[in-house]
T-cell receptor, first 112, second 114 residues
């Protein structure tokens, strides 16, 4: 089955700096890669996703890049703000309604 | 995205008892999944809830422990049976639409077993 590795497990940045979280996956058939943000005590929220026919996708301060050959994808947050502090999970799945396999999460702390 | 209602939001249960968690969606969805999130951990897939047929369980999860129902395209239940303290976790349902991989999560059920 799919195995998703995520690094780092914790990340501390100063407000305004950039944050990068990296994931690798093992199943070459995976072609859908979402990122979720989970604040303390709340449900995971989908923040951005990318499909394998695209190498990069951007939404305001958030971007995701995908290298399908190397089987890795990354989340980039620019101009970080304290409200970006949360746990971020990457995930991977095949298309067509397969369940998501999640990485272990990255706890991001943005200090003022 | 669909509105997903999950209840109860939390419960404290005694060892050996069972708890049924409900997941209601405001529109028909093709895919429904149940996940477990142990304290400080990632999300682990328990099973896929199949409408009109038996659920598909992941390795390490069995029907006798986690029976699942999916009577229609808007509703599913997960039962945690014969609970032990190791079952203390957050249980989340997630839903996705036909042809769309996006999955959205219910608000979760925080279960504590004493």
């Amino acid at each position: 089955g799919e195995n998703v590795e995520q690094h780092p497990s914790t990340l501390s940045v100063q407000e305004g700096d950039s944050a990068v979280i990296k994931c690798t996956y093992s199943d070459s058939a995976s072609n859908y890669f979402p990122w979720y943000k989970q604040e303390l005590g709340k449900r995971p929220q989908l923040i951005i996703d990318i499909r394998s026919n695209v190498g990069e996708k951007k939404d305001q301060r958030i971007a995701v890049t995908l290298n399908k050959t190397a089987k890795h994808f990354s989340l980039h947050i620019t101009e970080t703000q304290p409200e970006d502090s949360a746990v971020y999970f990457c995930a991977a799945s095949r298309a067509g309604g397969y369940a998501l396999n999640f990485g272990k999460g990255t706890s991001l702390l943005v200090t003022p | 995205s669909a509105v997903i209602s999950q209840k109860p939001s939390r419960d404290i249960c005694q060892r050996g008892t069972s708890l049924t968690i409900q997941c209601q969606v405001d529109s028909q969805v093709t895919m429904m999944f149940w996940y477990r999130q142990q304290p400080g951990q990632s999300l682990t897939l328990i099973a896929t809830a199949n409408q009109g047929s038996e659920a598909t369980y992941e390795s390490g999860f069995v029907i006798d422990k986690f029976p699942i129902s999916r009577p229609n395209l808007t509703f599913s239940t997960l039962t945690v049976s014969n609970m032990s303290p190791e079952d203390s976790s957050i249980y989340l349902c997630s839903v996705g639409g036909q042809g769309d991989e996006k999955l959205f999560f219910g608000s979760g059920t925080q279960l504590s077993v004493l």
